[in-house]
C-alpha cells in the first residue's frame, strides 16, 4: 500500500489534469512540482553557465568532487527546470556522495527536437572539457529527462565523445509513438497521462513533420550496443509502465547490462517526493547504491 506521504504526488498529477480541462488550461505547474521535495540539508547550490545554458552545481558537504551525475529534469520537454528538480537530485546527490550538475535545455515548442538532445550533449563535452574522466559521470533524469539520459549518449557517440559510466532513467519516456498497453491497463490508474496527452507532447517536442520513430527522440529504434549500464525506475501505476519495460528489452538484446525496478502503487517521478515519502526515500537509495560502484566509488 501507498504512504499517505507519497499520494501527494498523486494529488499533484490531479490537480495538473483538471488545470488542462480549464480554459487557458497549461497543464502541470513547476512551481508546485518542485514543492513536492523537501530540501535536503547540507547542499549547496551553484549556478553557472554551461555552453550558454543556465546550469546549477549540487554540491552536498564532504562529496566526492570527481564523480558527477548529469542530471537532466522532465517535463515533457515543454516545461521543467534546474529549480523544479535541484531538490530532488540534491537529495540523489548527497546519499551518493558526490557532484551533481543541472541545467536548463531549450524547451519545444520554440526549441523542437534535437535541440534537448544537442544542449545535452553539449553539456556533456563541458563536463569531459574540465577534466572529468567519462568513466566518473553518470547520467540520470526523470520522464523526457529518462529518454534524454539515453538518446543524449547516441548523440554523444555521434560526435566521437566517449561514453559515460552508466545512465540511471526513472518513469522514462523512450516511445514517441505512445504505443505501450499500459496506457489502456493503468489508465483508470494513472492520475495525469494519456496516451492523448503524451502523443500531443510528442508533436509539440519534434516538431512539424517530425519522425517519432527517429533514434535520437525514441531511444526504443536505436542501436543501443555499447552503451554503459542502465538502471531503470518506474511507478506500476504508471501509463508509461511499458516505456519502462519495453526500454528494459531492447537495451537487453543489444547486450547492454539493465536493472529494471517497479515501485508498486507508485504514480509517475514518484521519486519527486524525496525526503517526505519513504518510498521516494527508497528509490533514491536505491540509485545512490547502484551509481556508486559505477563511478568507481
Known amino acids: 500500500m501507498a504512504s499517505k506521504q507519497s499520494e501527494a504526488v498523486k494529488r499533484h498529477w490531479a490537480a495538473a489534469r483538471l488545470a488542462m480541462t480549464q480554459p487557458d488550461g497549461e497543464g502541470p505547474d513547476d512551481e508546485s512540482w518542485g514543492d513536492l521535495t523537501a530540501e535536503p540539508r547540507g547542499v549547496d547550490y551553484i549556478e553557472v553557465e554551461v555552453s550558454g545554458l543556465t546550469a546549477m552545481w549540487l554540491e552536498p558537504k564532504r562529496s566526492v568532487q570527481d564523480r558527477v551525475l548529469l542530471c537532466l529534469h522532465g517535463g515533457g520537454f515543454v516545461s521543467g527546470s534546474i529549480y523544479t528538480h535541484r531538490k530532488m537530485f540534491g537529495h540523489l546527490a548527497k546519499v551518493a556522495g558526490v557532484r551533481a550538475l543541472i541545467f536548463d535545455y531549450r524547451l519545444a515548442p520554440t526549441r523542437p527536437h534535437p535541440a534537448p538532445v544537442d544542449d545535452a550533449t553539449d553539456v556533456y563535452r563541458w563536463l569531459l572539457d574540465q577534466g572529468i574522466d567519462p568513466p ?25 565523445l566517449p561514453l559515460p559510466a552508466a545512465a540511471m532513467p526513472f518513469s522514462p519516456w523512450t516511445d514517441m509513438e505512445a504505443a505501450g498497453k499500459s496506457y489502456e491497463t493503468n489508465k483508470e490508474k494513472d492520475a495525469f497521462f494519456d496516451r492523448e496527452t503524451v502523443r500531443m507532447l510528442a508533436a509539440s517536442f519534434l516538431g512539424k513533420g517530425g519522425d517519432p520513430r527517429d533514434p535520437l527522440a525514441s531511444p526504443l529504434h536505436a542501436d543501443l550496443s555499447g552503451l554503459g549500464p542502465i538502471y531503470i525506475q518506474v ?14 528489452e531492447h537495451a537487453r538484446k543489444a547486450g547492454v547490462d539493465v536493472r529494471l525496478d517497479v515501485f508498486p502503487g507508485m504514480q509517475h517521478t514518484f521519486q519527486m517526493a524525496a525526503g517526505r515519502a519513504p518510498e521516494s526515500d527508497d528509490a533514491i537509495r536505491r540509485m545512490a547504491e547502484w551509481i556508486r560502484p559505477k563511478l568507481g566509488l
Open 136 to 160: 566518473h559521470i553518470g547520467f540520470t533524469g526523470d520522464s523526457s529527462g529518462g529518454g534524454l539520459s539515453i538518446t543524449a549518449q547516441l548523440r554523444a557517440r555521434e560526435r566521437g
Open 235 to 248: 511507478g506500476e501505476e504508471e501509463t508509461l509502465l511499458d516505456d519502462a519495460h519495453m526500454l528494459d
